[in-house]
């Protein structure tokens, strides 16, 4: 596609439930990230995908919280017993080898909110 | 990674003056930085980098500075516009992690173009 997609757009869920959230990156690009955004602040970094293998998931806060990219495109991060301190936006980025300083593309985010 | 922050957390500025906004990081290995705009709705975007080896660097209306010395950054705009209004952070890849798209990112900078 043309850029980094993100679907949905806006997402409420109530506390406990089960969601997940899609990331389809540029074409092409082999790097995938997932940051999360809370209100007034910077992207946080979640998890680092090379291929379909996750690099690093050194962020990712606890094991409620998971994520895949089986085919090494598309990528959905899952949510397990959502809290409401889990609102945030959850952005999704990808680059194009996620070696040296390739620029990285951002998505337009989905807005979770727990209530 | 080491914080990365910003000193201002709005700045208002007129349409056509020059807008600075300012960052400050706190690990003096750090080799590598980026700013990001963010409008409303909308992931980051890309604007300019600068590696620690360069004091300056230019874009289109922006400019980057790096004082390694005091381990602080500028991006400046000129003749701002309305379409600058934004939130604007700097962010810098963590150490050692072999993908300069892993950022740590400032809380960032809100600027308002009034006219």
């Not at chain 1, 993100?6 to 409420?12: E, F, I």
């Not at chain 1, 959502?82 to 337009?108: K, N």
């Amino acid at each position: 596609g043309a850029g980094v997609s993100q679907t949905p757009s806006n997402k409420v869920t109530e506390k406990g439930k089960y969601v997940e959230l899609r990331c389809d990156p540029i074409s092409g690009h082999t790097a995938l990230y997932w940051y999360r955004q809370s209100l007034g602040q910077g992207p946080e970094f979640l998890i680092y995908f090379q291929g379909t293998g996750a690099a690093d998931d050194s962020g990712l806060p606890n094991d409620r919280f998971f994520a895949v990219r089986p085919e090494g495109s598309v990528s959905t991060l899952k949510i397990q017993r959502t809290e409401r301190g889990d609102s945030a936006v959850y952005l999704c980025a990808s680059s194009f080898s996620g070696t040296g300083d390739t620029e990285a593309f951002f998505g337009q985010g989905t807005r979770l909110t727990v209530v | 990674g080491e914080s990365v922050g910003l000193h201002l957390p709005t700045l208002s500025v007129q349409e056509g003056d020059n807008s600075i906004i300012n960052c400050a990081y706190s690990n003096s290995a750090s080799d590598y930085f980026i700013w990001y705009k963010q409008e409303s709705g909308k992931g980051p975007q890309f604007i300019i980098d600068i590696r620690s080896n360069m004091d300056k660097r230019q874009g289109q209306r922006v400019t980057v500075l790096l004082n390694k010395t005091v381990k602080h950054l500028s991006l400046q705009i000129a003749a701002t516009q309305p379409g600058d209004s934004a939130v604007y952070f700097c962010a810098e890849p963590y150490a050692y992690t072999g993908t300069a798209s892993k950022l740590t990112f400032g809380t960032g900078t809100r600027l308002q173009v009034t006219l």
